[in-house]
């Protein structure tokens, strides 16, 4: 049998009728920037994760850019760029357990990330170790709900409201994922999304959004996705081309149409391997923490020989990835950091036993019965 991890021929197949009209009409009307999809996804965006507003940006690395520069965080000036680690430049605190755009974008602002560990039930940023990083040069919080869990915010929200600081979302994998009644995005200064194609809702390319309660943020970043320019020749700062095209938004307007069904599939699919897997000792399925709705981006269980496990089902025709291998304190980029192995022992740890299996909603319960009957013969 073949188990791919991610079959985004299946899920096409089920909308091609609904979405190819629609592409049609976006070239029909060769009205490929600032189209009127975009304003409509925007407005149905915002609606579904209850914000105020919402930006179409170009991908989920630039929402989260686009979100520091329209905060005014980092400095805008060429020669900072070596400025990242330097003393005195802005921080970011944020997670090393992630994929390498939240640091990244963090870097790119010109603004420094500061690293703190995981909770290593959810992956997620451990609110009990921040306070203990917040320094005089913080201006920002950016916690990460990976793998479609959304993050502790309510402890994080306090710690930044008393030092008053923002919060940036980085929920690129956890669209419509729920805490305590509300939806990711919904938390923070900004909330910022993915639409790559992987993601739970994905484009026919790159695209991304940033959703916000604060309507001037809002505007600021409309600014932002257009280099900054109040109008096209009036800039009062730099921003840069971070705009969504209208073929993304018409196509992911009739995405957004699926995305709770997807999703429900996908909940039930991890929930299905739960069952599978609950009696294997050495496997640990992936925690759910009280109040949270995953989305499950990713299913990702924690395993002994984990390499050679990947290897195995990947003879068996089963695909699967490891996120992240490494954690992004160890990244060379940022060796200027000065961090060395064993700072973040959870994150550490984690990339050393994390394995991600196929979890897309079009799956089929032979299939799922299949990878955990060959993860049982591999441990036995
Ligand atoms: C995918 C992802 C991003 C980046 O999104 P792109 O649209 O690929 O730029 C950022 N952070 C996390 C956690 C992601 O998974």
Redesign the pocket.
């Known amino acids: 049998m073949n188990v791919p991890l991610l079959d985004l021929k299946a899920q096409y197949a089920t909308i091609r009728d609904e979405v190819m009209p629609v592409v049609e009409s976006v070239m029909d009307s060769q009205y490929f920037i600032n189209g009127p999809a975009v304003k409509e996804l925007e407005s149905a965006v915002a609606e579904y994760c209850g914000c105020a507003a919402a930006v179409g940006v170009s ?4 929402a ?1 850019l686009a979100s520091l520069m329209a905060l005014g965080i980092g400095q805008d000036l060429p020669a900072c760029r070596v400025g990242a680690a330097c003393p005195g430049c802005d921080e970011v605190i944020t997670t090393p357990f ?2 390498f ?2 640091a990244g974008s963090i870097w790119r602002a010109g603004a420094r990330p500061v690293f703190v560990d995981i909770e290593p039930k959810a992956f997620n940023i451990d609110p009990e170790k921040i306070e203990a990083a917040v320094t005089e040069h913080t201006k920002a919080i950016m916690p ?1 709900h ?1 793998f479609g869990q959304v993050a502790e915010m309510e402890p994080i929200g306090a710690i930044a409201e008393k030092h008053g600081l923002s919060v940036i979302e ?1 929920g ?2 956890a669209i419509g994922a729920v805490r305590n009644g509300r939806r990711a995005g919904a938390f923070g200064t900004t909330g910022c999304f ?3 194609p992987s ?1 739970n809702l994905g484009g026919f390319g ?1 695209g ?1 959004m940033v959703v916000t309660n604060d309507k001037d943020l809002a505007q600021h970043l409309v600014w932002c996705r257009g280099h900054g320019g109040r109008d096209k020749y009036h800039n009062d700062f730099v921003g840069g081309n971070f705009r969504l095209d209208t073929l993304q938004a018409a196509v992911l307007l009739v995405k957004l149409r699926h995305l709770d069904g997807w999703s429900a599939r996908r909940r039930a699919n991890a929930a299905r391997y739960d069952e599978l897997l609950a009696d294997v000792e050495e496997v640990t399925t992936p925690a759910i923490l009280p109040g949270n709705e995953s989305i499950y981006n990713q299913y990702v269980l924690r395993v002994p020989r984990r390499d050679e496990m990947g290897a195995y089902l990947k003879e068996h025709g089963i695909g699967t990835a490891v996120y992240y291998p490494v954690s992004l304190h160890e990244q060379a980029c940022f060796a200027g950091l000065g961090h060395k192995p064993g700072d973040f022992p959870e994150s550490e740890k984690a990339a050393g036993e994390v394995i991600a299996l196929p979890v897309f909603p079009e799956l089929t319960d032979e299939q799922l019965v299949y990878v955990a009957d060959t993860i049982k013969q591999f441990l036995a």
């Open positions: 991908s989920g690395t630039d989260l992630t994929f755009a939240t990460v990976l980085d690129a994998q993915s639409f790559f993601k790159d991304g």
